[in-house]
């Protein structure tokens, strides 16, 4: 079970790059997120995809796009980055019935903007 | 706006010894609390969840807690091991969706 694939692991990117970091699961998962984790600050949900087709932001979207390409695959592209997105982003999937399940993350990409 | 406050930030303990995490929620009408553990340089996984129609659940040296009225609830680790040492976050749904906040996290050192 490969679970959440998230890939790269590691970028460095200059400022005014852009770039799109993958996630794919395998767990036929409704629900994907994406959060960014930076110290002291715990994790923060930048925008997720309650199904396949649908994107809504969430507490930190600006400067960031998503798609949900299909059931499997979500990606999360930067425009034009900024040293402030430098962070470790991670992609989580969750199942979306009556109960609420806890999320099943990545590995992380760890995002440095010079 | 809705948040969750967790405490203490760093804990040590030696090896044998209990550990407890407390978290505090805004929203009363959350209903579910995973607990994550984070090892150094991967994802969170999940460790244990709570649902609000309990106030216990156990799973070997792990233990969660509610107390609906008091809007807070605790990670209880007993007979901590060396491999207990990570970051955990605790946190709750936020009402009618399936997104949840995050606490700011505990980093757990259990000294052998």
């Known amino acids: 079970n490969a679970g959440v694939t998230q890939t790269p692991k590691f970028q460095v990117l200059k400022t005014g790059q852009s770039m799109t970091l993958q996630c794919a699961q395998d767990?036929?998962?409704?629900?994907m997120y994406w959060y960014r984790q930076d110290p002291g600050m715990g994790l923060r949900l930048i925008y997720y995809?309650?199904?396949?087709?649908?994107?809504d932001k969430g507490e930190v979207p600006n400067g960031y796009n998503v798609s949900r390409l299909n059931k499997r695959e979500f990606s999360l592209r930067l425009e034009s980055a900024a040293p402030s997105q430098t962070s470790v982003y991670f992609c989580?999937?969750?199942?979306?019935?009556?109960?609420?399940?806890?999320?099943?993350f990545g590995s992380g990409t760890r995002l440095t903007v010079v | 706006g809705e948040n969750v406050e967790q405490h203490p930030s760093t804990l040590s303990v030696q090896e044998g010894d209990s550990a407890v995490i407390k978290c505090t929620y805004s929203?009363?009408?959350?209903?579910?609390f995973p607990w994550y553990k984070q090892e150094l340089g991967k994802g969170p996984q999940l460790i244990i969840d709570?649902?609000?129609?309990?106030g216990e659940k156990k799973d070997q040296r792990i233990a969660v807690t509610l107390n609906k009225t008091a809007k807070h609830f605790s990670l209880h680790i007993t007979e901590t091991q060396p491999e207990d040492s990570a970051v955990y976050f605790c946190?709750?749904?936020?009402?009618?969706?399936?997104?949840?906040?995050f606490g700011t996290g505990t980093r757990l050192k259990v000294l052998a």
């Open positions: 989580a999937s969750s199942a979306t019935t009556q109960n609420y399940y806890g999320y099943t």
């Open positions: 767990m036929n998962h409704n629900s």
């Open positions: 995809s309650a199904s396949e087709g649908t994107t």
């Open positions: 929203d009363s009408a959350s209903n579910y």
């Open positions: 709570i649902r609000s129609n309990v």
């Open positions: 946190a709750a749904n936020r009402p009618g969706t399936y997104k949840y906040i």
